[in-house]
């Protein structure tokens, strides 16, 4: 079986050793799989066992020099060793029995030269307790004040017999080759909010084809409350935040103006920005959206959905949390 390269950025998370300690034992050839870990914690506060991740491949960043999650990402991808396919999630993740086997079975599925598998996948709760879900499209939910597209779960996928084209990437959990990291790589100076569509926008554009699993393959922790947040420990997130959306702003043709780096994390060449707007019905300047980026759904596969049932789930709550801060809301 081909080797997976799974990368994770973590910060000050009880949950990081409990997720590839499930994802190993889970995995049908674990020998296959191995890690690249940017653990950003607080020394003498956070306990790191590194003899239980001798199999990874680890960043050690104290939690005060972080950046965010996408500053921590964009270290990740730089563990990456050649392995043919990579997986990115977040630190706090169970898994299904021989999920490594199903990821590559559903993206050979996809009838797309350069495919991605991703979704929000159904929560758990620590320890090991699975909640009832479904596998779903991931849609459009809302433009926050900030001009930020949201996402969320929209419609089952149960009943479908193979993955379905999509509209969005979801970031804490995607799949693919692992030629998506040369040719996408990950935005350091991002923060948080923004991160998916701007992820969703670059590697569309670069001819990326974005796929919906029709099966589960993981779960994710959702309600985090009292567990260590990056804008909570650092006074002026906001900074980052707003020099991140700004950035957002220009990649998206919100705002007129280039930046430096843009041909690293810009565009792709292949696709163009508006072709992407019509394709999910997305409009960025005059933020509004229509019903295939609702339902998560290109117009033309509508009519093979039409009878799936429509889900309303928002995908990762922490997310939420960030939107109200960023709205000046008291960030509980």
Request: glycine share 8%; net charge negative.
């Amino acid at each position: 079986m081909p080797r997976i390269f799974v990368q994770i950025a973590s910060y000050r998370d009880p949950e990081l050793v409990a997720t590839v300690e499930d994802a190993l034992q889970k995995a049908a050839n674990p020998e296959n799989v191995s890690f690249g870990i940017v653990w950003q914690g607080k020394s003498g506060v956070d306990g790191l066992p590194l003899h239980q991740l001798d199999c990874c491949r680890i960043v050690l960043v104290d939690s005060d020099r972080s950046r965010g999650v996408c500053w921590a990402r964009a270290k990740a991808q730089s563990l990456w060793d050649g392995e043919p396919y990579t997986l990115q999630i977040d630190s706090h993740m169970r898994f299904v029995h021989g999920w490594d086997e199903l990821l590559l079975h559903m993206l050979h599925q996809c009838p797309s030269s350069k495919p991605l598998l991703t979704a929000y996948p159904p929560a758990y709760t620590p320890p090991n307790i699975l909640q009832d879900g479904e596998p779903t499209t991931l849609g459009a939910s809302h433009f926050t004040e900030q001009g930020i597209l949201g996402l969320a779960s929209r419609l089952s996928l149960r009943y479908q017999c193979k993955p379905q084209l999509g509209l969005f990437i979801a970031a804490g959990f995607w799949f693919a080759p692992a030629q998506l990291i040369e040719e996408v790589p990950y935005d350091p100076q991002l923060y948080f909010q923004g991160e998916e569509i701007a992820l969703t926008v670059r590697a569309w554009t670069q001819g990326w084809d974005i796929y919906h699993p029709n099966q589960i393959v993981c779960y994710h922790e959702y309600e985090r409350a009292g567990k260590p947040k990056h804008w909570e420990d650092h006074p002026t997130w906001w900074r980052l935040d707003q020099m991140a959306h700004a950035r957002l702003r220009l990649l998206l043709g919100m705002e007129p103006g280039i930046w430096s780096d843009r041909d690293r994390y810009g565009l792709g060449t292949v696709r163009s920005l508006q072709s992407y707007e019509h394709f999910s019905s997305v409009n960025f300047q005059k933020q509004t959206f229509g019903e295939a980026a609702r339902k998560g759904v290109p117009e033309g596969l509508a009519f093979s959905l039409r009878h799936s049932q429509y889900l309303q789930f928002t995908g990762d709550a922490s997310r939420v949390m960030i939107s109200s801060a960023s709205s000046g809301l008291e960030n509980k």
